[in-house]
């Protein structure tokens, strides 16, 4: 008997520990629900070099609508311009060619060299 409670003990652990593996590589990768609702940016990496500057001290702003139908309307410093998107590996690939993806909370717009910070 003593031997029947010692094996359950040992899989009782060995199944607790597991249960804290689980998952991985899911919360990598966005989700639709994720991207949806309206983004207003924050900051812009102008060269691609990875420092990133302050919308309001550059004198910029913008937003990003994405909306649940497939479709996303763009304004950037009073730029206006409507797409439609599909998600892609975590990511919204839109028909121009561009990608938005999610970066630590934020929504990131690349448009040649800069890429364009938003958050809610």
Do not use: H, P
């Amino acid at each position: 008997m003593k031997r029947v409670v010692s094996v359950v003990i040992v899989l009782m652990m060995i199944l607790i520990a597991l249960a804290g593996c689980g998952g991985g590589g899911k919360d990598d990768v966005a989700s639709e629900d994720q991207f949806v609702g309206n983004w207003n940016l924050t900051s812009v990496d102008k060269f691609g070099t990875g420092t990133e500057s302050l919308a309001q001290d550059i004198d910029m702003s913008g937003s990003l609508d994405i909306k649940s139908d497939g479709t996303i309307e763009i304004d950037i410093d009073g730029e206006m311009a409507s797409d439609n998107w599909k998600l892609e590996d975590g990511k919204l690939v839109l028909d121009s060619g561009l990608v938005v993806e999610m970066k630590k909370g934020r929504v990131a717009l690349k448009i040649e060299k800069a890429t364009y910070f938003f958050a809610k």
